[in-house]
DNA sequence: GAGGCAGGGATTGTATACAATGCATCCGAT
DNA sequence: ATCGGATGCATTGTATACAATCCCTGCCTC
C-alpha cells in the first residue's frame, strides 16, 4: 500500500505483497518454510517469479533464505527486536514532529478510518486484521511527514515488529494501542509537533514494554523445526 | 564489506557489489544503462544471476529498474537528495554518540587505517577510490554503534549519497572531509559522545552546503538518454 | 522536410529443463 | 539397539529457450 514502486516486476510484487500480507496478520508464523512450488501453484506463476518476490521479502527481513535450504519466515532474535525498537524510537517520534506541522484535515479523517476500521477488525475478533492496520497507522504517519526515505525505513520496521510481536508478544490483548492512537491522533489534528512527538516516544516505550524479550531463543514452530535446524 | 549477508544467493552477490562498487568509486555514471546480457558476460553467469544483483540494487536504490525497458545506475532526483541528508542527519548523530560510548582501541586503529587509505588514495589521484572508503568511515561508525539494523540503514543512505555526490558535487575537491572525520576520530577515541554527536551533526550540514540542489534536473549521462528517456 | 507508421533487431519477462544439494529412510555392521 | 553410510526423493540453483515489449530505422504520405 505504501510503496507504489513500479521497479520490482509487478507479477513477483503481487506474490510479495500477499505473503507480506499473512506474515502482517500473523497467518503465517516465524519459522515456516515457504516452498518455492507450493507459493507458485498458489499464485499461479512460476518459480521464476516466487524467487524473486522471496528475495525482496528477504530484503526487508521478512523472510530469511538460507542457501540450498530454502526460504523461512524470519525469526526475529531478542536482540533484534531491540535493534528494530531502538531503530524506531530513532525515526518515529522526529517523524512524528514532522508530520504534525504538515498534518492537514484529509490526512485526519484518513486515519480516523484507519482507527475505525482497526477497531472493527478487533470487535470481529480478527486479530491478526487488526494488527496489521495498526502498524498502518504508523506508516502513515510516515507518510504524512512527506519523507518517503524515512517512510520505507519506517515501513519495513513496521513489518519486522510484526513478526517479534508473533514471537515476543506477552499477552493476547491488542487493545492496549488504541489509546495511544488516539492521542496521537488529536496531536496530529491540532498540529502539536511537540506533543505527537512525546506520545511516539511513550507510545514505542510501552510497546517494548509489552514484549517478553527475557528468553534468548523462541517457541519452536514444530520439533522438527527447533532440533534439526541451526 | 559490511554486510556479510549469507541470504543472497553466492554468485549474484558477487555481481551486485562489483556494481555497487563500481558505483561508489563513480566508474559508472547515473543513468548509465546496465543491459544484462553484458553484465553476464563480464561476469560470466547467465541473465539469472544478473537479474537477481540488478533487483537486489534496485532494491537499495543504487539501480532504477523501469519495466521492460532495463536496469540503470539510478539518478536520485533532487528531493532525493534532500531525504537522504534529513535521514542520515536523524540517524548519524545518534549513531555517533552510541558509537563514542563503545569504542575500543582496536576500532580507533581500524578508523585510523580507513583515513589513512583515503589519503593515500586521493594523493594517488584515486578519487573514485577515496570517495568509497569516505563513505566507509561512516559505515563504520555505525558498525561500532553495534546496531546492526541502523547500521544497514546507513549504509544504504551513504551508498546513495556517492550518487547524489556524482550529481550535485559543486567541485571536485573532497578534501575538506578529511578534516571533519579526523576530528570525529578524536571525539571516538576520547569517548566523547556528545563531542561525536555534534561533529558528526556539523559534518553532514556541510556534507549538504557542498551539494547545489538548486537545478532541478540534473545532467545528463549521454544526449541519447537525456532526449530518449523519459 | 515533418510527421506518422510499419518492420526488424535488440532487450527484457517468464517458464521450464537440468544440475546440484540437502534430507530422510533404510540397511548392515558392530 | 545404535551408529555409519548409501540410496532415492524433494527442493533449490542456474542456464537456456521462447514470448512479449520496446526502440530504432526507413519509408511513405502530405
Known sequence: MIGAFKSTNQRARVVAEGIATAIHEHRLAPGMKLI?????????????IVRSALQSLSHEKLVEIEP????????????DAREVFEARALLEPRTAHSAATRTTPADIELLKRHIEEEHAALDAEEVGRALRLSGNFHIEIARIANQATIAAFIGQLVARSSLIIALYWRRRNALCESH???ALLDALARNEADRAEELMTSHLVDLVSLLDLTEPPVEPTSLKEALGAE
Open 68 to 79: 540450498n535450504r530454502g526460504a523461512f519466515v524470519a525469526r526475529p532474535s531478542v536482540r
Open 36 to 48: 518455492e512450488d507450493e507459493v507458485g501453484e498458489i499464485y499461479g506463476v512460476s518459480r521464476t
Open 180 to 182: 495511544a492512537h488516539h
